[in-house]
């Protein structure tokens, strides 16, 4: 849409109806010497000029697609079909809003039920909302919906190997609660058997920080037994291969979206997403959508199930996050309709295959061992020297090799956290393996 500049006619009008006689008298209160402060600006230069500065400056950076890419951590480096920005990108998506009129909003409620839909049965629950934030905020509004429906519970159960900026964002989050947030270590079996009376959820990171894939099988039972919640946080690329948290008995799932169809774009927006079982459908924050129709038997989209205190009563609301991800949301629904379910597989066995190919060239280096277990995309490698040295001269070489854990755990300066995805090509891992080997002599 043009910019149209108000005509003096317009002015005129408009500062006769507030009964001021110039535009200058409306800023009569701020001091005649700081009105108008000299900026000290250079002199203005052509926009070839301009663009010619902002790409030598843009060149100087390491990205995903001019350098062999091994980071992960939270941000992922995979594929996106030209057709999700295509599409997403269109004027009628891209200023679309959250829809607060939405039975006019037509076309943004079928694009959110059609995400919800798909969603709901990657993560093998009854429904999904749209959205949060990013998964850690997703994440933290799951066991506080966890908290007010167990009553006078206080204790919640998260892995020690959650993602230490989730635990920041569910620390913040919980902080007006009288809570007890305690951590366990390895197996999420052993640690589920001790849930007891006190505890209102236990959160099981499915795979973990390090790319760990735990067994839950049972845990949802001991959980259960206990009168606690089951909370599953998620990779939704892994989902294309294993087992989803629905089956395993889980109440609520949660993950970060942003693998499907969007950017890193340096570290936002994401995509929170939520699902949960029917029992606690009207216990979810955020918005969704139902298939109706119409006196005349149309096929129309509604919002559905959610209390309308969510919305226009916050003080009443179980939560006060109802915006969602609405763009971003988009990108993830194109991104699974133009994969479908055999290609969501496809991905997700490159990443498995790739990861443990690059895992097991990794630990053939003198010096280096790759830690134990099954994981996926992600895995953590022991190194001879430490870790940020190593990343550091690595990346002069443009291999961006992973995460040295040191940036989290001060003490395990020697592990690096690699993560591996179907953008890694067999010679970008070769070459992380024999560079790998050369700084290390």
């Known amino acids: 849409m043009p910019f149209i500049a108000n005509s003096d006619a317009d002015r005129a009008a408009m500062l006769a109806a507030i009964g001021v006689k110039s535009s200058d008298?409306?800023?009569?209160?701020?001091?005649?010497?700081?009105?108008?402060?000299?900026?000290?600006l250079p002199d203005g230069i052509s926009e070839l000029e301009v663009l010619r500065e902002i790409e030598s400056l843009a060149s100087r950076n390491v990205a995903a697609n001019t350098c062999a890419w091994f980071l992960g951590a939270g941000a992922y480096n995979h594929f996106i079909p030209s057709v999700v920005p295509a599409l997403a990108m269109r004027g009628e998506f891209l200023s679309a809003y959250t829809p607060y009129q939405p039975e006019v909003s037509q076309g943004t409620l079928q694009a959110i039920f059609e995400y919800q839909s798909m969603a709901a049965k990657l993560f093998g629950v009854d429904t999904v909302n749209a959205s949060h934030y990013d998964g850690a905020t997703a994440l933290a509004e799951a066991v506080l919906m966890a908290y007010n429906h167990g009553a006078e519970r206080k204790r919640i159960l998260i892995p020690a190997a959650l993602h230490p900026e989730y635990k920041e964002v569910l620390k913040t989050y919980l902080t007006a609660f009288e809570v007890d947030i305690a951590e366990y270590e390895g197996d999420p079996k052993a640690a589920a058997a001790k849930t007891d009376a006190a505890s209102c959820c236990f959160v099981a990171s499915y795979p973990d920080f390090e790319g760990r894939v735990h067994d839950l099988t049972g845990v949802a039972d001991a959980v259960h037994a206990a009168g606690a919640l089951f909370i599953?946080?998620?990779?939704?690329?892994?989902?294309?291969?294993?087992k989803s948290p629905g089956e395993l008995g889980a109440d609520i799932v949660t993950a970060e979206g942003q693998a499907l169809g969007?950017?890193?774009?340096?570290?936002?927006?994401?995509?929170?997403?939520?699902?949960?079982t029917q029992k606690f459908v009207r216990k979810m924050p955020g918005r969704i959508v139902g298939q109706a129709a119409d006196h005349e038997g149309r096929r129309g989209f509604v919002l559905?199930?959610?209390?309308?205190?969510?919305?226009?009563r916050r003080e009443k609301a179980v939560s006060n996050i109802c915006s969602n991800q609405g763009l971003v949301m988009l990108m993830a629904t194109i991104y699974l309709e133009a994969l479908g379910k055999q290609g969501l597989k496809a991905v997700a066995e490159l990443c498995w295959n790739k990861a443990h190919y690059a895992a097991a060239a990794i630990a053939k280096?003198?010096?280096?061992?790759?830690?134990?277990?099954?994981?996926?995309?992600?895995?953590?490698?022991?190194?001879?020297?430490?870790?940020?040295?190593?990343?550091?001269?690595?990346?002069?070489r443009c291999v961006v090799a992973g995460l040295p854990l040191s940036r989290y755990y001060p003490d395990r300066t020697h592990?690096?956290?690699?993560?591996?995805?179907e953008m890694n090509t067999k010679a970008?891992?070769?070459?992380?393996?024999?560079?790998?080997?050369?700084v290390t002599k």
Do not use: W
């Open 428 to 438: 970008q891992i070769e070459l992380l393996a024999s560079s790998l080997a050369e």
């Open 25 to 40: 008298e409306l800023f009569l209160d701020i001091p005649a010497a700081k009105r108008y402060p000299e900026l000290g």
């Open 415 to 421: 592990e690096l956290l690699v993560c591996v995805t």
């Open 262 to 276: 969007n950017a890193m774009n340096y570290g936002g927006p994401f995509l929170g997403m939520m699902g949960a």
């Open 365 to 396: 280096l003198p010096g280096f061992s790759v830690a134990p277990g099954v994981f996926f995309k992600e895995f953590v490698v022991k190194t001879p020297r430490p870790a940020a040295e190593i990343a550091d001269k690595l990346a002069r």
């Open 232 to 242: 599953v946080h998620t990779d939704p690329i892994m989902l294309g291969l294993f």
């Open 304 to 312: 559905t199930l959610s209390a309308r205190e969510q919305h226009i």
